[in-house]
């Protein structure tokens, strides 16, 4: 190598010449081509192994990793008395941490080909003049990136470059300056999506300098940034409420406006007339720096025989009523052509696949989540991206979108194809598995031109700030795709190619060939039992292999999965050395469904999962739930708890939050009750403090699942339970509208609750009194109005507009109207709601007490006929009707002036139809005895 320039004693200067850099929190822009000279300064050679030392002989036997080395290299040379300041040492090992991190990103995510091998720049000769050594070093450095039992892709290429990186940022890191700081966070981050799942080891230290970041004092740009990127972080880890309040921040801090809208067009090439279409609107706050010329792989045309390529906006306004806006749009977005949008800011751009990602990571597959997300990526393609990373990312975002429609799934397909042709093409290194006889890479299309191309500084700019997918992650992928798409051969030869085990047999089991999985995981596991390994038939039934793979413990769950075995979960538990969560959850879903169901072991099963990995919302959920069925009421309310504090948009989460809650209910206090710690009284306790707490547990989850039925349900119940006055009468209300609007049409009366809303009208007929609650004008002519915002006016709605509409056969129902009636001092339609509820009581029980002499049914009408006659003809009939003006001597009309002749007609027609069964009964007597009281007799 040659000899490297004079390297600056501090990160004041950066390594292309650019202006002093401060203490920031991106301070540093480098590229891979910056590594050869820093590896050639002398602290590099030493912390590399590039000078003797015996511990490179315990690399080579594979005692100890190489990253380990690096580590305990650098540690001894900070330490050691030299020319150069601690402060020096700790610059240059950071720059060689950062270039060795950045390379590793180029050769595996973004690209171009490294100029340089990285064998020969980071390894001493003496572990890689052998190739068996080299092989055998990378690997060892592959499996040692293992955490909690999880482990990372077995083919990593130039794995040096990462232990490099992760040796020197992490592992022998002190808490130094934010840059230092940063780098840590972004190696660490790095490292977590190398791994098959998130563990909760490395997501403990990646937020932990998450945290040290926010407190920093950051420019506006640089906090921008910041908040992009713990949103990408928050992302992978699933907290997607989380990440969208950073990616909303991040656009306030950096004036971004954008909006998801509508707008008229046509989609369609058949379109005879504009409909509304979403758009997402879009403006970076400065846009005289912006390159004119967008940079980035081939946009795949859609090629489709209905749909446009992109949509035709047209210059008419959209119809208010047909389209819920999402956001609110600004004047100056609104003046934007939608057909024609300004080019957006990198930065800005990648704000908007950030948001595209929170969105789809919660619930990939659902419709609606797709046609929100769309046009967030369709927006930084249309306008154009002048970062060739970030316009990578958005065709990225659109495949993963278009690829659950018909009319484009096959451009989805054939443009991820493409994408990953690209970075097969970009990082693909001499000893690459994917290289053909020729030393090309293969490629399933065409190779991409030069033109679509870009250097890698261009892609690694921004490569924090993006949901960046690793090569292989991203060939998995596409393989997946594949097999949704039938193509299970395409994907199976990936998945092959790549050495994906785990996938390749998952991708067996879901075609229902569990032999030919079960034979390719034993295989990595076992032993042959016959002579040759190849013969289709061997069935690998020997003995373990030694050593196991590193990912033993993933494919040791899926080999129970596929044979319902709970041994291979314990087996997999005890082989990661007690750390892979992922056995526990395994074995406790085993026990749950076992017959019986074994809910004392599964929560046990649970509970040492998540002492491994603490942030997994998942497991916490599925605790909860065994903890209720077994009545651990406090330990679910404890456990549910947690999960919403993981997820507080799990609405089921705090639903069952609510129940456990309830049952955790606190006995009445006594009178000689004193609180030793509170020093409170009775008198200070509110005797339904759970009650409320389980209803403000409710209230969210309706708020979050405001179309499940169920949830509301217990709304209703839960704040109906609360005695008056206390009761919370507004949520009982909104509980049982919110219900009747969700199930009305299917379930019709049956979805009103009866005893709760005859509690309502009692309240409102002892509470208030009609007069205070009406509006009256100065126009005399005018009837006055209820003030509906009143809980008696919510309660009179309620029953107006909500449960009259869907009374068909229920009496009880008509005579709460009733008692509505008489509130409002309307006898008339009091009168009405007696008689409807006498007709559908006597229609329900006229079979069994006319026609099968059923005693039961026959008392019922008994008891309705005397309500009717005593309750409502004689109370109202003489009435004067509601609503009169009388002028002089003019009478009062009467509400039903022959009242008596309707009662006579009612008793006359049950005695003329129950005489065969009933003449002489009790209830014959009885009716008879009404009889006389209204003929006077």
């Not at 484009?408 to 093409?425: F, G, W």
Request: aromatic residues 6%.
């Amino acid at each position: 190598m040659a000899e490297s320039p004079e390297y600056p004693s501090t990160l004041d200067s950066a390594f292309d010449g650019a202006s002093p850099v401060k203490d920031r929190f991106d301070p540093i822009r480098l590229t891979t081509s910056n590594i050869v000279p820093i590896i050639n300064l002398p602290l590099s050679q030493k912390v590399l192994g590039r000078e003797s030392s015996e511990a490179l002989a315990q690399v080579a036997s594979g005692d100890i990793s190489y990253t380990d080395f690096v580590a305990e290299q650098a540690r001894s040379a900070l330490q050691s008395n030299d020319d150069q300041s601690t402060e020096q040492k700790q610059s240059q090992l950071l720059h060689l941490g950062l270039a060795a991190l950045f390379a590793f990103l180029q050769s595996n995510v973004t690209g171009p080909p490294l100029e340089f091998s990285s064998a020969e720049a980071i390894f001493p000769s003496s572990l890689r003049s052998e190739h068996q050594t080299l092989r055998a070093v990378r690997a060892k450095i592959i499996r040692d990136l293992s955490v909690d039992g999880e482990a990372a892709y077995r083919l990593t290429p130039n794995p040096e470059l990462f232990a490099v990186a992760k040796a020197l940022l992490s592992d022998a890191a002190t808490d130094g300056p934010l840059h230092a700081k940063t780098a840590r966070m972004r190696a660490n981050f790095l490292h977590q999506k190398m791994l098959s799942e998130v563990t909760s080891s490395l997501q403990d230290v990646i937020y932990k300098d998450v945290e040290a970041l926010e407190k920093a004092e950051l420019t506006a740009d640089e906090r921008g940034r910041f908040l992009l990127e713990r949103a990408i972080i928050h992302t992978h880890h699933s907290f997607d409420a989380k990440a969208r309040e950073d990616i909303d921040e991040a656009a306030k801090v950096r004036r971004f406006e954008f909006a998801l809208t509508g707008k008229m067009g046509k989609r369609t090439k058949f379109q005879d007339r504009d409909i509304s279409q979403l758009v997402v609107l879009a403006k970076s706050a400065d846009e005289t720096s912006l390159a004119s010329e967008p940079s980035g792989p081939k946009n795949l045309d859609l090629n489709d025989d209905t749909l446009l390529e992109s949509i035709s906006f047209s210059e008419q306004k959209p119809d208010e009523e047909s389209l819920a806006i999402q956001d609110k749009v600004s004047a100056s977005l609104e003046s934007i052509d939608a057909n024609n949008q300004p080019i957006l800011n990198p930065v800005d751009s990648a704000l908007l696949l950030a948001l595209a990602s929170a969105i789809t990571n919660t619930a990939p597959e659902n419709g609606l989540t797709r046609e929100e997300t769309n046009p967030y990526a369709t927006r930084v393609l249309d306008g154009g991206s002048s970062n060739w990373q970030i316009y990578t990312q958005a065709l990225l975002v659109r495949s993963r979108v278009e690829g659950y429609r018909s009319r484009t799934v096959e451009r989805a397909v054939l443009q991820m194809q493409a994408l990953v042709d690209q970075v097969i093409a970009d990082t693909a290194t001499s000893d690459d598995a994917a290289q053909t006889e020729s030393g090309e890479p293969s490629t399933f299309l065409p190779r991409p031109e030069q033109s679509e191309s870009a250097p890698a500084a261009e892609r690694l700019e921004h490569i924090w700030i993006l949901n960046f997918s690793t090569r292989w992650s991203l060939e998995a992928e596409l393989a997946k795709r594949w097999v949704d798409l039938g193509g299970l051969r395409t994907a199976l030869e990936i998945y092959e190619r790549l050495h994906l085990w785990a996938e390749a047999a998952l991708c067996y089991a879901a075609t229902e060939r569990e032999g030919k999985a079960k034979a390719l995981i034993r295989r990595q596991l076992y032993e042959a039992t016959g002579p040759d390994e190849n013969d289709e038939n061997e069935l690998f039934e020997g003995p373990e292999r030694s050593p196991l793979p590193a990912d033993a413990p993933r494919l040791l769950c899926i080999l129970g999965d596929i044979n319902k075995d709970e041994k291979m979960y314990e087996r997999a538990w005890e082989v990661s050395g007690e750390r892979y969560a992922r056995a526990q959850r395994s074995l406790a879903r085993h026990y749950l469904t076992s017959s019986p169901p074994e809910l004392e072991k599964a929560e046990a099963a649970y509970k040492k999962s998540l002492h491994i990995n603490r942030l997994n919302h998942g497991a916490w959920f599925a605790l909860g739930c065994v903890q209720l069925e077994l009545q651990k009421w406090q330990e679910a309310t404890d456990t549910f708890t947690r999960t919403v504090q993981l997820d507080d948009t799990d609405g089921q989460a705090w639903s069952n939050l609510a129940a456990a809650m309830l049952r955790t209910s606190a006995p009445e206090p006594t009178p000689d009750t004193v609180d030793e710690v509170t020093g409170e009284t009775p008198a200070d306790v509110d005797p339904h403090k759970r009650k409320r707490e389980a209803l403000s547990a409710l209230q969210r989850a309706a708020q979050l699942k405001g179309t499940d039925a169920r949830i509301w349900d217990n709304v209703l119940t839960v704040a109906a339970s609360i005695p008056p006055p206390a009761t919370p009468f507004r949520d009982v209300i909104t509980a049982q509208r919110r219900i009747i609007e969700l199930i009305g049409a299917k379930s019709g009366e049956k979805c009103v609750d009866v005893a709760i809303l005859g509690m309502l009208v009692d309240f409102l007929n002892t509470a208030f009194a009609y007069e205070d609650l009406l509006i009256r004008s100065d126009d005399e002519s005018e009837a006055p109005i209820v003030r509906t915002g009143t809980i008696p006016g919510q309660i009179l709605s309620l029953v107006d507009n909500n449960v009259v509409p869907l009374i068909t056969h229920s009496a009880i129902l008509w005579q709460i109207v009733a008692r509505v009636e008489v509130f409002r001092d309307r006898p008339s339609k009091a009168f009405d709601a007696h008689e409807k509820a006498w007709r559908a009581t006597v229609a329900a029980n006229a079979q069994g007490a006319f026609q099968m002499g059923d005693e039961k049914p026959w008392l019922e009408v008994v008891r309705a006929t005397e309500k009717l006659v005593r309750e409502g003809y004689a109370k109202f009939g003489p009435m004067d009707r509601e609503g009169q003006k009388l002028e002089g001597d003019q009478e009062a009309e009467l509400v039903a002036k022959d009242w008596r002749f309707k009662a006579r007609s009612a008793v006359r027609g049950i005695l003329g139809k129950g005489k065969d069964f009933w003449d002489g009964t009790e209830g014959w007597d009885r009716l008879k005895e009404l009889q006389s009281e209204v003929t006077g007799n």
